[in-house]
């Protein structure tokens, strides 16, 4: 976690109008559980002439504890930087948030419900029933219109209805079998054992097998029941912006067009095969579940900039990331887990091979590395864990320029703002209050 500087202070003044409007200042920070550390930090505040409208704590992952405080007046911007000074010889600042009323007009527009999906899931790239003229289906009339007839699905789909399922033809049934034939005799050596393992389970609840394209409503219900995720039919390829924001909802745009059958172990975008053969499984992995999770929450009103390295962290994650794993022999093995390469039969060889480079995740790292989109990736980053790479990911949005943290609901799916520490305090209310009566209903069960 990296400590913030003068210079972050500076940053945060140059994000307001300073002459037109009132400011508020809040600091998050967080220190390691000690005896008496609250106290010091207090006194860095009292030092420096500065009071507090509150404060609010909450445990984190490394046995201490999170703080955000927001200040009770205007702060200057040589006395904030003297705070954050001396507040760094006992704790590690995390963000420092300067900001006016009329600031998060200014910020861009993102989803609060998941609802809110409907608005812009069906403003596509590119793809769904255009094609470019080097794809292998451009020139098959009768491919394009198939095309077409499946992609208006997903233009007519909205919030809460049943995925239309999708009558696919011999042809189409053809190029799956090849595909998942493929890639099935690789997966016990070359996937992850979490992807393994759920693929069995695909196979025996979903109607995963070579001579079955399985339908996407009854994948979405099976990830609802294992972790909350669902699928989502989408037309074609949309911004990186918006198909983050879809992750933060436990969403997944995923296609129904399958490729073109002239080239079955290629693709140039992703199709039904991509997405159920390499995305589906982990949805329903709970680690991987909520790494995916945290990528689309960091996506939220953030800047096109930070949007960007969201979307290069995503791709060498879950298009192509790989894992350490423990192998039979009591070894670490790696392993592969993103979807890029679990739909790929060649990229799945590949990539096991002495040719690409394998570098640590490392999320700073990662979202400012390039990578091409047309051939074998040149390096993979490797995690420790999904959990590993989830508390990065974390650490990692902290960076972002956002002035404010969200909190997602899971029982009403909408996320909202925690911009102030009222706001804070509500949220964690409501979460105890939630945990409590899920704690009683387990009990009711297992008594009976």
Known sequence: ???????????AY???????????????????NRVGVLKECLEVFSNCGVSLAQIVSKPCI?????????????VPEEKLQNIVHDLEATAKCTKVTVMGQQDFAKLPWYPQKISDLDLFSHQTLQYGSELDADHPGFTDVEYRKRRLDITQIAKHYKHGDSIPRVEYTKEEINTWRIVYNNLTSLYKTHACTQ?????????????F??????QLEDVSNFLKQCTGWSLRPVSGLLSARDFLNGLAFRVFHSTQYIRHHSKPLYTPEPDVCHELLGHAPLFADPDFADFSQEIG??????????????ATCYWFTVEFGMCKQEGENGKREIKAYGAGILSSFGELEYCMSDVPKLLPFDPFTASTTPYPVTTYQPCYFVAESFESAKLQMIEFSRSLNRPFELFYNPFTQTVDKLDSVEVIAKKIKLVEHQLSSLSSSLLKLATK
């Open 1 to 11: 976690m990296e400590q913030l500087s003068s210079s972050s202070v500076q940053d």
């Open 14 to 32: 140059n994000t307001i109008n300073s002459a037109s409007f009132s400011q508020r200042t809040s600091l998050s920070f967080n220190v390691v």
């Open 62 to 74: 490394n046995s201490g504890y999170d703080f955000f405080v927001e200040i009770d007046s205007e």
């Open 195 to 207: 992807h393994q393992r759920i693929f069995n389970l695909l196979e025996e609840k979903c109607g």
């Open 209 to 214: 097998s070579p001579d079955n394209i399985p």
């Open 297 to 310: 929450l960091a996506s939220l009103g953030v800047s096109d900039d930070d949007i960007q390295k969201l």
